[in-house]
């Protein structure tokens, strides 16, 4: 099993930034950048929405229109953690914001693709 914890979410105005981050434990026999890992939302009452997924490396990223030009996601596999940079936020942008690994080498923007999921963390965009 992997553990994963995020921290970072929060009210913020509309037009302003946030970092959340995604503290990771992995399992036995593996290391942290062995996984792909990603950020998912999910808004009341809609479907969980991908947002960006990150290769082990970190060489490969692939972001969602929606945040693009927007969001950074970044990782430090010495510190086992994956963060998230949110600037220009939108009221749109408010969701409880997940994080979540894969085994696979493939960055996926699948929920199903994804094996370990966090707990989430919410993040409020007032407009």
């Known amino acids: 099993q992997v553990q994963l914890v995020e921290s970072g979410g929060g009210l913020v105005q509309a037009g302003g930034s946030l970092r959340l981050s995604c503290a990771a434990r992995a399992e036995s026999g593996r290391t942290f950048s062995m996984y792909v890992m990603a950020w998912f939302r999910q808004a009341p009452g809609q479907e969980r929405e991908f947002v960006v997924s990150i290769s082990g490396s970190g060489r490969n990223t692939y972001y969602s229109d929606s945040v693009k030009g927007r969001f950074t996601i970044s990782r430090d596999n010495a510190e086992n953690t994956v963060y998230l940079q949110m600037n220009s936020l939108k009221f749109a942008d408010t969701a409880v914001y997940y994080c979540?690994?894969?085994?696979?080498?493939?960055?996926?923007?699948?929920?199903?693709?994804?094996?370990?999921w966090g707990q989430g963390t919410q993040v409020t965009v007032s407009s």
């Open positions: 979540a690994a894969r085994t696979g080498v493939a960055v996926s923007r699948l929920p199903s693709a994804y094996d370990y």
